[in-house]
T-cell receptor, first 115, second 113 residues
Framework: GAVVSQHPSRVICKSGTSVKIECRSL??????MFWYRQFPKQSLMLMAT?????????EQGVEKDKFLINHASLTLSTLTVTSAHPEDSSFYIC???????????FGSGTQLSVL | AQSVSQHNHHVILSEAASLELGCNYS??????LFWYVQYPGQHLQLLLK??????LVKGIKGFEAEFIKSKFSFNLRKPSVQWSDTAEYFC???????????FGTGTRLQVFP
């Protein structure tokens, strides 16, 4: 089946540093990818919709300058958490929509811990 | 705003017991409904979905869900669970004309042999 690779699976960083998370569709192409954030015991919350070759669409309350999204190719979207702070510690999940059949596939998530 | 409620946060069952996980959503228009499952250490994957037609939807691994429009519900059921069903289950909704999925908080299911 289709696979979405998300890397890294876990990252620990110091406050003030930037962290990049990659989301790759391994055997299909995706013009649209989605980034979610999940706090403990809460829902997955959509942060932004990433569109290949154009600017991402951010949900209300999500700072676009803090969460930089780049979708430079049909198989790769990246989320960069800039100047990370402890309150950014969360579980981040990406999903990718297969361009051929519009099915949605999820990455395995990235646990970000900011000290 | 759309929202999804999963009232059971943690369910513990013995093998062969029947399962029903509740899911209610708030949205007045036409919706698409989904159940996703995440097995330990694995990705989220689609269990079943409802777009239109027969409100009783059958998914993989013996799961089914029933869409009851009047109750804004899409409960997940399985007549006899197995130890391998131990996982986190998420209900999700999107309005038919958008890509955005709204997730519930998830239900952790533990099945003991």
């Amino acid at each position: 089946g289709a696979v979405v690779s998300q890397h890294p699976s876990r990252v620990i960083c110091k406050s003030g540093t930037s962290v990049k998370i990659e989301c790759r569709s391994l055997d299909f192409q995706a013009t649209t990818m989605f980034w979610y954030r999940q706090f403990p015991k809460q829902s997955l919350m959509l942060m932004a919709t990433s569109n290949e070759g154009s600017k991402a669409t951010y949900e209300q309350g999500v700072e676009k300058d803090k969460f930089l999204i780049n979708h430079a190719s049909l198989t790769l979207s990246t989320l960069t958490v800039t100047s990370a702070h402890p309150e950014d510690s969360s579980f981040y999940i990406c999903s990718a929509r297969d361009i051929l059949n519009e099915k949605l596939f999820f990455g395995s998530g990235t646990q970000l811990s900011v000290l | 705003a759309q929202s999804v409620s999963q009232h059971n946060h943690h369910v513990i069952l013995s093998e062969a017991a029947s399962l029903e996980l509740g899911c209610n959503y708030s949205y007045g228009g036409t919706v698409n409904l989904f159940w996703y499952v995440q097995y330990p250490g694995q990705h989220l994957q689609l269990l079943l979905k409802y777009f239109s037609g027969d409100p009783l939807v059958k998914g993989i691994k013996g799961f089914e869900a029933e869409f009851i429009k009047s109750k804004f519900s899409f409960n997940l059921r399985k007549p006899s669970v197995q130890w391998s069903d131990t996982a986190e289950y998420f209900c999700a909704v999107n309005s038919y004309n958008t890509d955005k999925l709204i997730f519930g908080t998830g239900t952790r299911l533990q099945v003991f042999p």
